[in-house]
């Protein structure tokens, strides 16, 4: 348990941080987890190649429970605490994790980091619980001429993840800005190109822009008219009655909505159900109030150019609870049809902050 200095430490640079979809069997197989090659050497003096992907350990530690205040506490609203594991390397480029995707069994996973930089490999369970990660490589993001977004171009801060079967979206928050990767072509060394976006997306706040990206894959048979649609939701771009800004990005019907912003809560990820529902990660930070995350359950039937969408908290947690800056959420269905959620946190690369891998059964 952390010290009440921690704590504070902790408050400040999450503030710092505030300012600066597995769809499996809920949709379709995601096939850009599955690296198309065998693991690489590890990182070391022989992986001088910058652009190459390397294998790097990570440490897990397991979190026994979720509430701190009581340990033998496993329901929260409409989920129930499975397990949870800290993770730690010593690589260098470790950390900030901001969007992750699982495939279709919750095993191998891709995540962003918002330093420029890809982290795969798969999820080791015992049981129903996990113990820890295997087969972990990092690779940076690269642009269209081959090089790493952020040399020259200064392009980081990527915030958002979404899969189209091997197409990987990858958002820009500080530039707004979305890449396309094919990763047929390469797997974490494919190339992005950029995604037109729509021109108000890009007058976004260059700190509180594009977050969260969501793809809605054509064969979902409850989701029309979206299907093939690509949705991304800023993190605090605000309209002119103070909510959310999003986008449809295109698809049948392209377009922009809002999200009802309500008790100061952003977003910083979303996931779409087999339900047809979509889930939204959201968090606020105040120095009255403290850290707080929730989920919020969207309707995507209500999702359409011109809408204002609202819709339930289904959990919420803070500072009593195991949880860091909760950026990233995904889910998968398991053998015995349990939906579970997946959720990672960005450390900031800050020495009192933790990277930590979450896993709830959504049991409403």
Do not use: C
């Not at 949705?231 to 605000?238: H, Q």
């Amino acid at each position: 348990m952390r010290s009440h200095s921690s704590r504070r430490h902790f408050l400040r640079d999450m503030a710092a941080g505030l300012s600066v979809a597995a769809l499996p069997r809920l949709a379709q197989a995601q096939n850009a987890t599955q690296p198309p090659l065998p693991p690489r050497p590890a990182a070391g003096p022989s992986a001088s190649r910058v652009n190459e992907p390397v294998s790097i350990e990570v440490k897990a530690r397991p979190l026994a429970s979720f509430d701190i205040r009581d340990r033998s506490r496993v329901r929260f609203g409409a989920l129930e605490f499975r397990s949870g594991l800290i993770l730690t390397s010593s690589f260098a480029g470790f950390g900030g994790y901001s969007a992750l995707r699982l495939d279709p069994r919750g095993e191998r996973f891709i995540a962003v980091s918002d330093r420029g930089s890809w982290l795969t490999g798969r999820i080791v369970y015992r049981g129903r619980e996990m113990v820890g990660l295997g087969d972990v490589e990092a690779a940076p993001l690269l642009g269209a001429d081959g090089r790493p977004i952020t040399v020259n171009r200064g392009w980081f801060d990527s915030e958002s993840l979404a899969l189209d079967g091997s197409i990987a979206y990858v958002g820009l928050e500080r530039v707004n800005q979305v890449l396309r990767y094919d990763f047929s072509k390469g797997f974490t060394r494919s190339r992005g190109e950029v995604v037109p976006l729509p021109a108000a997306a890009r007058k976004l706040p260059n700190n509180k822009g594009l977050e969260a990206l969501v793809f809605v894959p054509k064969t979902m048979a409850n989701v029309q008219p979206l299907a093939g649609t690509l949705i991304a939701l800023s993190e605090r771009g605000l309209d002119a009655s103070g909510n959310l800004i999003a986008f449809l990005v295109g698809g049948k019907t392209p377009g922009q909505f809002s999200v009802r912003r309500t008790d100061n809560f952003d977003i910083s990820d979303a996931v779409l159900l087999r339900s047809g529902d979509l889930l939204i990660l959201e968090r606020k930070f105040s120095w009255i109030g403290g850290v707080g995350i929730r989920i919020r359950r969207l309707a995507l039937s209500d999702i359409a150019p011109g809408a204002l969408v609202d819709g339930p908290a289904i959990f919420n947690a803070d500072l009593g609870n195991e949880i860091d800056n909760m950026e990233g959420i995904d889910a998968h269905v398991t053998d015995e049809g349990e939906t579970v959620l997946t959720m990672i946190s960005d450390d900031n690369f800050s020495l009192i902050q933790r990277n930590l891998l979450l896993q709830f059964t959504l049991v409403e």
